[in-house]
């Protein structure tokens, strides 16, 4: 990783970049991707599983067999896991299902909304270097929640033409029972357009690579509704002298492993402090599986010593991290002065990974910087909340006046008339 001692406030900008990707390739590949879904539908699905997941399927959604024998090809420790993670996930998306009170603006004007869920949701989920089958859960269970009629799941089938099992049992436990074998920008665009047997949604979730990103943009500006453009995995650690270097490797070296392009940072006021992360980090990242993915991701990374806890925290917000880990012996106070970020972790029992399986919250989120002004995915993403008023004559009479003046001011006599022809 990169260190830089006591930068200047000049040098934050560039402190800030994320990892650079050119991806104009990428728009042609993903144009003429979309091109080909528009045209041959089904058929350029079933050719594009052939050219980039190396499959040869015979039909492409998963029936109802390979959806049952998904249960029995699971370790019954790993069902088990994925149930309790569920529970915890479906607690917190209900606590964010809430009814509002009717408001009566003025006498006779009664105003309120009411959340209905989105009738077609396509969800997205990243198979290619990782089955990401707890990322099912993620879009699942707020899916079902928020009341979606229509839930059509799409992944990229493995070699075998198969669906990992786990992302199968997820899904079941979801409630959901469209899998659909396409990955990449092949699967956004029959999202987003319908094929024969794949509906169009009205609004497609979840992660994905730079193919799956850029599908999902270009989609949006043909007005299909996204989540947002979640991009590779991003973390930052806020952390002090008193912190655990090995806790602090450790949860870097967790969302370095995502990819090559996921990026991490250490932000601190204690120079002791890096000399053991980065002795910390050597040592841990020789044992990863994924370990050459991981260092290529350091290796795009930052290590800051700061003049203060305050400075960091500063450089922290105007950063806007994914996931921010505060590691530091005020971390409950410093989470209140948290103003952008995706989703915190408190003190040095609060590892990140916790948060992307099971404690409750939702792991997709804002990367990129886009938390500055987005939120995670939520039961409300799953959701249009459609306000309603009625009025009574006494209302009406009330607002009259001001609905007239406004209206001719703005020169629409008409809009004045539709008031005025009631109360004459
Ligand atoms: N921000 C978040 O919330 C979050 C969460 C989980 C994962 N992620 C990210 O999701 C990504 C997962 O990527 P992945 O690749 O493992 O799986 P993926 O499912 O996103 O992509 C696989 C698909 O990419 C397409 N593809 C591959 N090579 C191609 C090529 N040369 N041309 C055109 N299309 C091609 C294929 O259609 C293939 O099926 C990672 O970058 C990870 O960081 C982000
Ligand atoms: N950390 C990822 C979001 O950035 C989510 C994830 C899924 N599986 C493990 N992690
Ligand atoms: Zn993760």
């Not at 006021?269 to 890096?274: G, Q």
């Amino acid at each position: 990783m990169e260190i830089i001692k006591y930068p200047q406030r000049e040098q934050w900008k560039a402190i800030m970049e994320r990892p650079y990707t050119d991806n104009g390739a990428v728009l042609d590949t993903v144009r003429h991707v979309l091109r080909e879904v528009r045209r041959n539908g089904d058929a350029a699905l079933l050719e594009l599983a052939r050219r980039f997941d190396g499959a040869e399927l015979a039909k492409l959604e998963a029936d109802a067999v390979e959806i049952q024998s998904a249960e029995a090809a699971l370790a019954p420790s790993l069902k088990t896991a994925i149930r309790a993670a569920a529970a915890n996930i479906e607690a917190f998306h209900r606590g964010q299902l809430r009814e509002e009170a009717a408001v009566e603006t003025a006498p006779g004007i009664r105003c309120w909304r009411r959340s209905v869920g989105i009738e077609r949701v396509g969800l997205y989920i990243p198979g290619g270097s990782a089955p990401l089958f707890s990322t099912v859960l993620m879009l699942g269970i707020p899916a079902r929640l928020a009341g979606c009629a229509e839930v059509v799941l799409c992944t990229p089938p493995g070699k075998d033409g198969k669906v990992h099992p786990a992302i199968l049992y997820a899904a079941s436990l979801c409630g959901i029972s469209r899998v659909v074998k396409a990955g990449g920008a092949g699967a956004i665009a029959a999202l987003a357009y319908g094929t024969d047997t794949i509906p169009r949604v009205d609004k497609i979730f979840g992660p994905g690579n730079q193919y799956v990103t850029a599908a999902k943009q270009l989609v949006q500006q043909e007005g299909v509704a996204i989540d947002m453009p979640a991009g590779p995995s991003e973390v930052c650690v806020l952390a002090d002298a008193a912190a655990q270097a090995a806790y602090i490797a450790a949860d870097l070296l967790s969302q370095a492993e995502h990819g090559p392009d996921s990026q991490v940072l250490l932000l601190t006021d204690s120079e002791a402090l890096i000399v053991n992360v980065e002795a910390e980090l050597e040592c841990q990242v020789a044992a990863l599986p994924r370990g050459t993915i991981a260092r290529k991701a350091l290796e795009r990374s930052r290590i800051v010593l700061l003049r203060s806890l305050d400075e960091a925290m500063e450089l922290a917000n105007a950063y806007a991290a994914e996931h921010l880990i505060l590691q530091c012996a005020d971390a409950e106070a410093r989470a209140e002065q948290v103003r952008n970020a995706g989703s915190v972790f408190i003190g040095a029992w609060s590892p990140e990974s916790a948060g992307d399986y099971a404690t409750g919250t939702n792991h997709t989120l804002p990367t990129n910087g886009f938390a500055r002004a987005s939120s995670g995915v939520s039961t409300d993403s799953f959701v249009r909340k459609i306000t309603f008023q009625q009025l009574t004559r006494e209302g009406l009479q009330g607002i009259a006046a001001t609905v007239t003046e406004m209206a001719e001011a703005e020169g629409l006599q008409a809009h004045a008339e539709a008031v005025r022809v009631r109360l004459r």
